[in-house]
């Protein structure tokens, strides 16, 4: 399978608009600047979107699930049967990302990219695999070159499904037992960061367990380094099926012009595997939530962004990019709807 597509550059961002839109912000009816943070995210909207209206109304939340081999080492304070099993949970909508999607009126999808699981028997779930799982990175590359390009590819493919549904803003999400095991691997090699710098509880471990996961971690890199040559091969070696479709997607959406909403430390990981991959996608992502994971400031860091909310939230599935989605609409809807001081009568000059 050919990895070909990921050399296509990303759009540009319309900078005639871009130039409109700051404009714009200039004369509507409120001190320039007091709208903070919003300005800015609204003047992007109509950049990557080519018009002074941006809109969301349309989102695609697709979860992408998958299994590591990592779990085998105790990394994570659940066991790797939950990655079917939420599976399972996403298909019934009684996971946390199925509540915020409906909420939303977001459409959500849910595709296997490489579980243990049987979920070709669950309804609603869409079957792409990769493989079973990952392999142990800590013994052996977690993938192989086919894996990989096909794990890239199920990423690809859901944004090209978002984008025939129209979908106006594409929001991934994860699911896989051990992942911030992968997560905190891939950092630690973009970052040439040793893992007691990154690793967090996950899913609950304490300071005993998390010291020992980032030991396993470290161990794995040692084995690994010769061949951690560029992000692809570090992706490949101890990435994950889900963090490969997530980099798919990313570089996907920015070749399409389709902005994205990025989730929590497991997803940033994956952005930044697809900024080192093509920087110009840098331009099409904005970053939802803060994670409580330690990792997550290096991350944003390297990415040079900001998370717009920090509720405390490590959960995952993309739920903290949804959580932050209602502030990406009203700064859309500000800019769009807001009246300028000419059309209000409002005197525009300072005392
Ligand atoms: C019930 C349940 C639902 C979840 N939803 C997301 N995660 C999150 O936790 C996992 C990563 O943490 P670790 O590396 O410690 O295993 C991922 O599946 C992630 O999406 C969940 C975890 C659990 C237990
Ligand atoms: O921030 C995340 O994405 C995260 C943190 C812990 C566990 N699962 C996901």
Same mark, same amino acid.
């Given at each position: 399978m050919s990895m070909q597509w990921l050399e296509t550059p990303a759009q540009p961002i319309d900078q005639a608009m871009l130039a409109a839109a700051l404009a714009r912000q200039g004369q509507l009816t409120k001190p320039p600047g007091s709208l903070g943070c919003l300005e800015e995210i609204a003047v992007r909207l109509a950049a990557m979107q080519g018009t002074q209206q941006p809109s969301l109304e349309r989102v695609r939340i697709t979860v992408f699930a998958a299994d590591h081999g990592i779990a085998d080492e105790g990394v994570s304070a659940f066991p790797q049967a939950v990655t079917g099993q939420m599976i399972a949970n996403f298909a019934h909508g009684g996971a946390a990302i199925s509540v915020l999607a409906r909420n939303l009126g977001a459409s959500l999808e849910v595709v296997d990219v490489g579980s243990k699981a049987d979920s070709a028997a669950m309804l609603g779930v869409i079957v792409n695999k990769a493989g079973e799982g990952t392999a142990n990175f800590r013994r052996q590359p977690a993938m192989s070159e086919n894996q990989l390009a096909a794990a890239l590819q199920v990423g690809r493919d859901a944004v090209i499904q978002a984008l025939k549904d129209d979908a106006q803003l594409f929001i991934g999400g994860e699911m896989g037992i051990a992942n911030t095991s992968a997560a905190t691997a891939v950092a630690c090699a973009l970052l040439e960061r040793s893992a007691h710098d990154i690793a967090g509880p996950g899913t609950g471990l304490?300071? !005993?367990?998390?010291?020992?996961?980032?030991?396993?971690?470290? @161990?794995?890199? &040692?084995?690994?380094?010769? &061949?951690? !040559?560029?992000?692809?091969?570090?992706?490949?070696?101890?990435?994950?099926?889900?963090?490969?479709?997530?980099?798919? #997607?990313?570089? #996907?959406?920015?070749?399409?012009?389709?902005?994205?909403? +990025?989730?929590?430390?497991? #997803?940033?990981?994956? #952005?930044?595997?697809?900024?080192?991959?093509?920087? @110009? +996608?840098? @331009?099409?992502?904005?970053?939802?939530? &803060?994670s409580a994971e330690p990792g997550y400031v290096h991350l944003m860091q390297a990415l040079d962004a900001r998370p717009l909310v920090n509720l405390d939230m490590r959960l995952g599935e993309g739920s903290g990019a949804a959580v932050a989605l209602p502030i990406l609409r009203l700064a859309a809807a500000l800019h769009g709807q807001m009246a300028t001081f000419a059309e209000a009568g409002v005197s525009a000059k300072r005392a």
């Open positions: 304490d300071a !005993t367990g998390v010291s020992r996961k980032a030991q396993i971690i470290d @161990d794995a890199l &040692a084995l690994h380094r010769p &061949a951690l !040559t560029s992000p692809l091969e570090i992706l490949r070696h101890v990435g994950g099926f889900e963090i490969a479709a997530l980099c798919g #997607a990313y570089i #996907a959406s920015a070749q399409a012009g389709l902005p994205v909403l +990025v989730d929590g430390f497991i #997803a940033s990981s994956a #952005a930044l595997l697809a900024l080192r991959i093509r920087p @110009d +996608v840098a @331009d099409w992502l904005f970053f939802g939530h &803060a």
